[in-house]
């Protein structure tokens, strides 16, 4: 189909696409994942469990490495997310290797996440199946400093050279992007650190999107400030002359969002209901696409009418599936309905493929396992995706 597919092509109820890349084994077990954490009271009972025996040292990785984690990682290091990256590209899905180590907390720590980081623009050059990098500024970055510099509180000279070598590391990274022409997305945090990152991000873009996009950077459209926040981003950009690359996402925090802002005080920046987020969402993959000539975008998310919508306005705009000013992209092990069914249909889909130590993205599955509760709505429809396949493949009745 490639590049003539129109959206009429594309649909995210085809199972025997959407599951092709996986064998009735693996489907099998996606459903036993899928059918746990889709009870609340269970998902909560079974990540309880796994956190004390991983706390008393009892011996679960094995288990853990064998079910979700190898339903949700690629690997534990780059070197064994090789076979993923193959089997992906095989459909015609790419790859971005996310480093999930969190909790990073001395230079040291900061210093080495950057160094793994390099290694996967080592990894990406030259590897059409790994079109982009990515990394989280709260990787390379004390939060606590972040936060600080935030609130606009007096900062000792100490703290001034550590943010100092926090920008060093992101040029550092992003001037390897720029060298090895492999785009790098960075993650959007909590709103209370997210503007210091914001102001790094678009220095480096200012600095890099001379001649195209190189960096992108995150907004969130659960805040309630993000469609101004892109106008303002593009309005730069037009003003200084560069190219905007802007990771479209919903938001990932914002239970945590809204305790922070009841607890001290000040109105909540995230919007009071969904129907906001996903307005907000939609109106500004339209604005995105109005302004194409300066602003590539990923569209990071699990939702189908935006993914669909996306589409609709591709067509709208006389663009090709495969234009490279767009770009879909969902989790591993997540939402598989939309990746593979709209990179059937031609479109450019990554997913992001997470990695590092069981034990180290532990906090990352645990994330995986809460969302995907049927409180979160996400696990019934990945459940019941999943039945739908295994009926078909007469696997179950
Ligand atoms: C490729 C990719 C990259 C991502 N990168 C980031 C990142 O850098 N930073 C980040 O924060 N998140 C990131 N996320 C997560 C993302 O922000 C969402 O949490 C997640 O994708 C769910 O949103 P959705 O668009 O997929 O779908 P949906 O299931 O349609 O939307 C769920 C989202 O809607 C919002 N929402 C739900 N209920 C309400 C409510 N009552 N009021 C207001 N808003 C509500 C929340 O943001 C919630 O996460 C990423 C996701 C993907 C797929």
């Not at 796994?50 to 990785?61: D, M």
């Not at 079109?131 to 703290?159: I, M, R, W, Y």
């Not at 479109?347 to 997470?354: C, D, L």
Request: charged content about 25%.
């Amino acid at each position: 189909m490639g590049a003539k597919a129109t959206v009429s092509d594309v649909s995210f109820d085809d199972t025997g696409v959407a599951f092709s890349y996986k064998s009735d084994w693996e489907l099998k077990k996606a459903h036993i994942i899928f059918s746990i954490v889709n009870h609340p009271w269970v998902a909560y009972l079974s990540t309880g469990l796994v956190k004390g025996a991983l706390y008393l040292g009892l011996p679960v990785a094995g288990l853990i490495r064998n079910t979700v984690f190898q339903h949700f990682c690629g690997g534990e290091s780059i070197e064994s997310a090789e076979s993923t990256i193959l089997h992906l590209g095989n459909y015609g899905v790419s790859t971005i290797l996310d480093y999930s180590v969190e909790g990073e907390k001395t230079e040291e720590g900061f210093d080495l996440t950057t160094k793994e980081v390099l290694r996967t623009f080592e990894k990406a050059r030259n590897r059409s199946q790994i079109p982009f990098c990515v990394f989280k500024v709260s990787g390379l970055a004390d939060v606590n400093l972040l936060a600080k510099v935030q609130s606009g509180t007096e900062v000792s000279d100490h703290e001034v050279a550590a943010l100092e070598r926090v920008r060093e590391r992101i040029d550092k990274i992003c001037s390897r992007a720029y060298e090895y022409d492999v785009p790098v997305l960075i993650d959007a945090e909590e709103t209370w650190m997210q503007d210091v990152v914001d102001n790094i991000v678009y220095e480096m873009m200012e600095r890099y999107n001379r001649e195209g996009v190189i960096v992108y950077n995150t907004i969130q459209f659960y805040r309630i400030s993000s469609n101004k926040k892109l106008r303002d981003a593009f309005h730069a950009a037009a003003m200084h002359n560069y190219f905007l690359g802007i990771k479209l996402v919903r938001g990932a925090y914002m239970e945590k969002e809204r305790e922070r802002a009841e607890s001290l005080g000040y109105e909540s920046p995230i919007f009071p209901d969904k129907d906001g987020t996903d307005e907000a969402f939609n109106k500004a993959l339209s604005f995105c696409l109005d302004n194409k000539q300066r602003i590539s975008i990923m569209c990071g998310s699990h939702n189908e009418y935006s993914n669909y919508y996306l589409t609709i306005l591709m067509e709208k705009h006389g663009m090709a599936p495969d234009d490279k000013r767009v770009w879909f992209a969902q989790l591993y092990g997540m939402s598989d309905n939309i990746s593979f069914n709209l990179a059937r249909a031609g479109y450019n889909v990554a997913k992001y493929v997470p990695y590092g130590p069981v034990k180290a993205v532990m906090p990352y599955l645990f994330r995986r396992a809460d969302e995907n509760t049927s409180v979160s709505g996400q696990s019934s429809r990945e459940l019941s995706l999943i039945k739908k396949e295994l009926t078909r493949r007469r696997l179950q009745k």
